[in-house]
C-alpha cells in the first residue's frame, strides 16, 4: 500500500539502495490481494531476477511461493510473515522482517515506565484501564503486538483491565471513530490507549484532541502509544500529544 506511511518509508529506502545496481519494478497492491497476484503474474512473466514481496493477506502466501517456485525465481518476503512452511517449501524463499513479539514487548516496557510515574491511574485502583486498537484480526504483527504489549505491562508488576478492543485495519479515520465512541462510552475511565501502528494512535489523537483531550494540557491527557516512529507520530511525540512509539528500521529492512 503506497499510502501506508511504514511501508513508504521501506519502499524509499530500497528505492534509494538500488540505485545504480538494481531496476526496481514497483507495484502498489493496494491492499488488495488479488491486485498483488496479478501483478505477481505480470513481473513472472517478464522474467524478473527475483520478487519482493510484502504479502497482503498471509493466508495467500503458499499461492505466491508456488507461482515463484515454477518459475524457479527466488522470493523474499518482508513486513507480513508467512508461514514457516510456506517458506520452507521452497528453497529460494526468504522473510525479512522483525520479530512480531518485539515491537509489542517494546510497547509494554514504554507503557510500564509511563505507568510509574503515577500520573495516570485517575480512579486510584492501581490497574491500567486500557482500550486497544488493532490492526487487522488475523495478521501476525498485530495479534503479536496486541498480545506482548499487555502481557510485558503484567509481567512488570502492573494489572490490566480491557475497556475494549476495535480492529481498525491498521486505517488512521476507522481508528479515530472507534476512540470517538469509547470516549463518549468511558470518558476519563480510558487511562492508556494501545495501538498497534501509528496511523491507528495519530486517529486516537485526532478523536481525544476534538474532544478537548491531549492539547498540552497534563490534567486532560490519555497517553497513546504506537508503532513504526512515522514522522507523524514523532511530530505528536515532541509536541507532548503522545507518549511513545516503537521505531521499525525501513532503512535496515531495505538493506539486508
Ligand atoms: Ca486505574
Do not use: H
Request: hydrophobic letters at 40%; charged letters at 25%; aromatic letters at 6%.
Amino acid at each position: 500500500k503506497y499510502d501506508d506511511t511504514y511501508i513508504s518509508t521501506v519502499r524509499q529506502a530500497l528505492e534509494k539502495q538500488a540505485e545504480g545496481k538494481v531496476n526496481l519494478l514497483l507495484n502498489d497492491g493496494k491492499g488488495d490481494q488479488g491486485t498483488q497476484n496479478d501483478q505477481i503474474d505480470l513481473l513472472i512473466e517478464k522474467k524478473v531476477d527475483a520478487l519482493l514481496v510484502n504479502i497482503v493477506d498471509v493466508g495467500a502466501s503458499q499461492t505466491v511461493v508456488n507461482k515463484a517456485k515454477s518459475a524457479d525465481i527466488p522470493i523474499i518476503f518482508f513486513n507480513r510473515e508467512p508461514n514457516e512452511d510456506v517458506l520452507k517449501s521452497y528453497s529460494k524463499a526468504r522473510f525479512v522482517g522483525t520479530n512480531a513479539k518485539d515491537a509489542g514487548v517494546i510497547q509494554g516496557e514504554i507503557i510500564t515506565k509511563a505507568w510509574k510515574s503515577g500520573k495516570y491511574d485517575k480512579n486510584n485502583d492501581g490497574i491500567i484501564q486500557y482500550v486497544m486498537l488493532k490492526g487487522e484480526p488475523d495478521n501476525p504483527e498485530a495479534v503479536a503486538r496486541s498480545e506482548w504489549s499487555v502481557k510485558t505491562v503484567e509481567e512488570n508488576g502492573v494489572k490490566t483491565e480491557q475497556l475494549g478492543m476495535q480492529i481498525c485495519n491498521w486505517d488512521t479515520e476507522l481508528a479515530s471513530r472507534a476512540t470517538e465512541a469509547w470516549i463518549s462510552k468511558f470518558g476519563d475511565e480510558i487511562e492508556f490507549i494501545i495501538s498497534n501502528n501509528d496511523g491507528m494512535a495519530q486517529g486516537a489523537i485526532a478523536a481525544l484532541q476534538a474532544a478537548g483531550y491531549n492539547k498540552g494540557d497534563d490534567s486532560k491527557f490519555i497517553p497513546v502509544v504506537g508503532v513504526d516512529a512515522t514522522d507523524a507520530a514523532k511530530e505528536l511525540i515532541k509536541k507532548g500529544y503522545m507518549t511513545g512509539t516503537v521505531l521499525q528500521d525501513g532503512d535496515a529492512m531495505a538493506d539486508v
